[in-house]
């Protein structure tokens, strides 16, 4: 069950990565420096970020079904329940794509606004979950040589989601509109470090699998 279940994790956050370099191709006209990924979901491709929003929400939720059972005391179980909240804010920002960029508030549709949500969720139990999780581990044997690439995915983690908070701080304090507003590299940076953090744990939970079998 965990080693098909982190298989799975590997698979999608590969697949996750892999459509979102599609969508860069099949959409020269959104310049990355200034557009957010959500943006690929407005137009006629938009479908296909969808899809790439839910192959990042089965991703986290494959990663959370390692630990279902497993997962002991507050630490881990709090882990397991912000892992499901990443995994629902994901699916949330596939079901329901963003309003046009420009789109006034007292204009926007349901939909617009469920994906505001979807952020509001996925984002801080990403955060919080890869925190809790990663002191969670640091404390189990098993995990110990794992130690250095437990730092390296979650300071990566907390990295880009830094660089991206202090970036949109900055440049909604000058009023930055249009394409003075760069802050589209920044957010591909942080959802490219969770898929390369649900990787690698995902990774290291088939190789414990392996072992455990074998023994």
């Not at 839910?54 to 881990?76: E, K, V």
């Not at 996925?122 to 730092?151: C, E, I, K, N, Q």
């Not at 304090?173 to 003075?180: D, F, H, L």
Request: without cysteine.
């Amino acid at each position: 069950m965990k080693a098909h279940a982190a298989t799975l994790a590997m698979v999608m956050a590969a697949t996750f990565v892999i459509l979102l370099v599609i969508l860069h191709v099949l959409r020269p006209d959104l310049d990355p420096r200034w557009h957010m990924i959500s943006e690929y979901e407005v137009g006629p491709s938009g479908w296909l970020m969808s899809v790439t929003f839910l192959a990042l929400a089965a991703a986290l939720f494959s990663l959370m079904l390692t630990f279902i059972g497993n997962a002991h005391g507050w630490l881990g179980i709090s882990s397991v329940v912000l892992l499901a909240m990443a995994a629902i804010g994901a699916a949330m920002g596939g079901l329901f794509p963003m309003d046009p960029m420009g789109t006034l508030p007292e204009q926007a549709s349901r939909s617009g606004m469920l994906h505001g949500v979807a952020f509001m969720i996925g984002v801080p139990g990403t955060l919080f979950g890869v925190t809790l999780l990663t002191a969670y581990l640091w404390r189990d044997a098993d995990w110990r040589p794992a130690h250095s690439m437990l730092l390296a995915t979650a300071g990566l983690v907390w990295l880009t989601a830094v660089v991206f908070g202090a970036s949109m701080a900055i440049l909604l304090r000058k009023g930055a509109t249009g394409p003075a507003f760069t802050i589209g590299w920044q957010n591909r940076a942080l959802v490219l470090a969770w898929a390369v953090w649900v990787f690698a744990l995902a990774w290291r939970i088939r190789l414990l699998s392996r072992l455990v079998s074998k023994a």
